[in-house]
């Protein structure tokens, strides 16, 4: 049974219950009883007291918790954020994000992943997840809505379970008072080695937590649905999409995030799989390979910005990056934002010969 921060719960194998406080796996949470204590509990001791069933009709107890008054033996776990708001002041740009957040936030790489889909947008949307199986074919995993500016949990997933979430694709529908949009599709593709890097999870200025976050699309990838005089337009508009889907099969489209941008990650376990028997100077020279490819692919298709992660280190792959970056006209580089990459990236800017 799936549990959520806020459910109203009954112990099985003692008198009384409360309400879950804290999410810290699939198999374990926190609950806060009425005596303002958080309890440590399996999710097999407790069972929701919505009476959906005549066995649940039995527990007709109501247990009334504070939340903002408990107090448990782990004042320092991580709270969870009630109600899903961006945080204020995000520096990010305005867009659609899918967060995996470690539950346990001192170990990131063991323990179950929350995921969550991040509006920091100011409309409302409805979206559609699927998810891609073993023979390639999608399939209908969740859909739902998310209020303007906030976050909404998806799933809870054990580590056992990363695999199948590498692949997918969301469709998102945005709601306005004043415009029609049409609906937005985005593909996604995380690697598998990536959930087991420390490196991964970075903070950001949209959640509290550390988390790996995937841009899915900007805000203004966003098209107004067309006026019956903008037939015309509606015709260009479908070919420009599909010539987006079409970038995908390229090295640089598999790291797109919106129509003409890509974040490219130059640590070694994002481009290869294995690096048994490797010396330093092979990954190094590994990885200015890869950005020389990424980057000569992105020019080739109208790409406009990259943003390089090549972390913090001792500055040597960012200083051989700034190098060969002055062997090319019409490019431009710059650090990337601080608050979503911290100082282990660059952006680079790629100027059209007519600029």
């Known amino acids: 049974m799936k549990f959520k921060v806020g459910d109203k719960v009954k112990f099985l194998n003692e008198t009384g219950g409360g309400v879950v406080s804290k999410i810290v796996s699939g198999s374990l949470v926190y609950v806060a009883t009425t005596d303002g204590f958080e309890l440590p509990t399996s999710t097999g001791d407790i069972i929701k007291m919505e009476a ?25 776990a991580p709270s969870v954020n009630m109600l899903g708001r961006v945080k204020s002041g995000a520096e990010e740009a305005p867009g659609y994000f899918l967060a995996f957040v470690p539950s346990d936030q001192q ?11 991040i509006n920091h947008t100011k409309n409302d949307i409805v979206y559609n ?14 859909y739902g809505s998310v209020e303007a500016g906030s976050s909404a949990e998806i799933e809870m997933i054990e580590r056992e379970g990363l695999p199948g ?16 949009y049409l609906p937005l599709q985005s593909a996604f593709h995380i690697k598998a080695s990536k959930f087991s890097s420390e490196g991964s999870y970075q903070e950001s200025g949209l959640i509290n937590e550390k988390a790996i976050i995937y841009r899915l699309a900007d805000l203004k990838s966003l098209k107004m649905v067309p006026g019956k005089h903008e037939v015309v337009k509606t015709e260009v508009e479908a070919v420009v999409v599909k010539a987006g889907e079409q970038q995908r099969e390229t090295l640089i489209g598999k790291h797109a995030v919106g129509p003409h941008a890509a974040v490219v990650d130059l640590h070694i ?13 092979d990954m190094f020279l590994l990885q200015i390979n890869y950005f020389v490819k990424t980057l000569e692919s992105a020019m080739a298709n109208n790409f406009r910005k990259l943003t390089y992660i090549h972390g913090i280190g001792n500055g040597v792959l960012k200083n051989a990056v700034i190098t060969k970056l002055k062997e090319y006209e019409g490019l431009q580089d710059k650090s990337a934002s601080l608050a979503e990459f911290g100082h282990g990236a660059i952006d680079v800017l790629i100027h059209s010969k007519s600029e």
């Open 165 to 180: 979430w590498t692949d997918g694709v969301i469709q998102i529908l945005a709601h306005s008072e004043e415009h029609a």
């Open 52 to 76: 959906e069933t005549k066995a649940e009709k039995m527990f007709s107890e109501d247990f009334d918790v504070d939340l903002s008054k408990t107090t448990g033996p782990d004042q320092s």
């Open 269 to 281: 376990g994002e481009i290869v799989d294995n690096i048994a028997g490797l010396s330093s100077h």
């Open 129 to 142: 997840l699927l998810l891609q199986d073993d023979e390639g074919q999608y399939f209908g995993f969740e």
């Open 107 to 117: 170990w990131y790489i063991t323990g179950d992943l929350e995921v969550r889909l």
